[in-house]
């Protein structure tokens, strides 16, 4: 077969395997400025604005969306009003409650202003201001001379001078990512507001109703919403918590949509998605499934049945553990729904086809061979050992589940940082990451009680020391078995957050000569985390020289097979868009929205399915007021579509054409968890709480008329 020929038969083979395989024009996680790509399909889906809208984000409705550092959210007032998931903000009702004051139980409502409460410590709000390409100055410098480590710590020193530019101007915080491996950088400017109340949030038999059972489940029943408040000192300035700070006035907000979403209709969401590994090659593919996620998932199970044990009868530690007892259990049923996923459409055979056809359009071709050939080899070797590596790490990180101890570590690295000048610090050791490192230090005075970590801790060594003695630390074990669990917990001081704050401003000679328990175990564990740290950098930079050129020519290829590319989810900004639309799964069928009806045949008045006494009673007495669903002729609780979104979507605003706000995304389906992978377009559905429910919620039931006027909705109740 001559060349042009293979390369047709190559072409054709791929294109069927695309449209069997992977896509529909709504797939793909979009940065705004690839909107020009994509713009006519979003039309053609159904988007009415202009899609080149889509690319300012100094206007409506991108200026809206915001980051909460981890989850997503949005601008829906004109007074700094915050919508965004109840799990978002799930670690501020947490930090507000203690017994008899359980706002985790029964909810929260500011009737006022000056009721809104401070959220918990570390709370930001992150409005975006630009994004530009700054591939050039991360690239200054950079060479194939440069081995692994010198290369990554040139990266680095590049990347921490841009941020250091950007962060001149006053209250922005400012952060670099890599885009196709690091063929690319993109510098992303927000407005960092450090002054964050917990304004509102519906009981948990709302904002949490079929809990765990139904996480990841369809139908879903869950009011997943709640509101912050961004706010600022007077002159409009960003500083932290103060009594007459006031609200912040955003640029643009979002309207609430009159009519909400129907069957078929077109959807778009906005926001931060974490990660990704779509990109991925196939060897790494074939490690994740075959042992990284199975021994997570094994961790994460064991660590949610631990800290339930541990918690059982004592409601004060239920409260403080929650958030993380959320989190584990969260993450384990994801990776069960990957580890399923993969073998249900048979991932490793679908990487490894589309990475045979790439390699060999590459090996087709001497020139493409020249300039890509080596860049694959070399990003299989580094794969291979860098595999190797992160099962000895989820082991190795299993100590910081002792909060003091990971406290002590921090406060060490940091007095070993700041010997040196800011610029030459780690980052996150540098200046700029002290307010953050405090709020992560007080944090803990919420979420910690001794008894308690301690066992979590005494089964984390057990784990640990399932590591073969070479990968353990010999000084850790050593030091730790000199002052025993019993001295460990009753000798520190660190767990008071005074005391812990106040080692802060300690030089590394006043560690290095403490008695402290959880400080001697700090110190003795800083040579092997420095060694394992420059060992994980070298890695790091061999695979960015490595993988940049790979995707270079994946690029290309796609290019040239008329496959457009975005890049993995990195916590940057992305739109993405679908159709409200149900799903036929094995001899189900799973109908686009559920009902206030179906909520109550779920509810049991027991456990995770006990909705309010009120909501019961509204839903008994079919008092829906204008919150009802036409086509549907009741009230509509949640929706699902076909938009692509990950973990850090969580919080975003879903939009219809015109803009409008009509939800917000909190869930997938377990099945469609896979295509953090690999997209599937018949198995990824997105989950998101209707707006209608939400108004109808804070209406009829919660009594927030003064939030919904500051919305431009006119309550049917008088609050």
Partial sequence: ?????????????????????????????????????????????????????????????????????????????????????????????QYNSKEGQDYLTNGFLAKSLGEELAAAPGSRIYVIEDMRDVTAGMLKGVSDKLNGFARNERLDTNRKALIAACEEQPNRRCDVAAYYGGASYYLQQKLEIQDVRLVYAPALGIGRFGGEKDNWMWPRHTGDFGFYRAYV???????????????????????????????????????????????????????????????????LSDYAAQIKQATVGNRDAQIRYAPILRGVENYEKKLAGDLAGADAIGLNARKANEEKAYRDWVADDPARQARYGAAIRELDAVVAENSRASLEGLRQALLDRAQILSSARTLYRWAKEHEKPDEDRESGFQDRDRNGTVDQLRQIERGYLPDIDRKLFEAALDEYRRLDAKDRDTAFETALDQIGLDRLYADTKLADTATRLGWLCKPATAFEASDDPFIKLAVALYPGDIAAERAAKDRAGLRQAARATYMQGLRAYRHAIGRPVYPDANGSLRITWGKVTGRTRDGQIWTPFTTAEGLLAKHTGKGEFDAPDAAVAAIRAKDYGPYVAPALGTLPVDFMSTVDITNGNSGSATLNGRGEFVGLAFDGTLEGVISDWAPDADRNRSIHVDSRFMLWTMDKIDGAGRLLKEMGVRPASRS
């Fill in 233 to 299: 000192a007077p002159d409009g300035s960003s500083r932290p918590y103060a009594r007459d700070n006031v609200p912040y006035r955003p640029k643009s907000w979002l309207r609430i949509a009159r009519e909400g979403v129907q069957e078929g209709d077109f959807v778009m969401v906005a926001g931060f998605p974490a990660t990704t590994n779509r990109l991925r090659t196939a060897g790494e593919v074939r490690f994740n499934f075959a042992h990284y996620e199975p021994l997570l998932q094994h961790l």
């Fill in 1 to 93: 077969m001559n060349s042009n020929l293979k390369c047709l038969a190559q072409a054709t083979a791929i294109a069927l395997l695309w449209t069997v395989t992977a896509t529909t024009a709504d797939e793909g996680m979009w940065m705004p400025g690839q909107t020009a790509e994509v713009g006519a399909a979003m039309r053609a889906d159904g988007l009415q604005i202009d899609p080149a809208q889509l690319r300012r984000l100094d206007a409506d409705p991108l200026n809206a969306i915001v980051s909460l550092g981890g989850c997503s959210a949005s601008f829906v007032s004109p007074q700094g009003l915050v919508a965004t998931n109840h799990h978002c903000v799930f670690g501020s009702i």
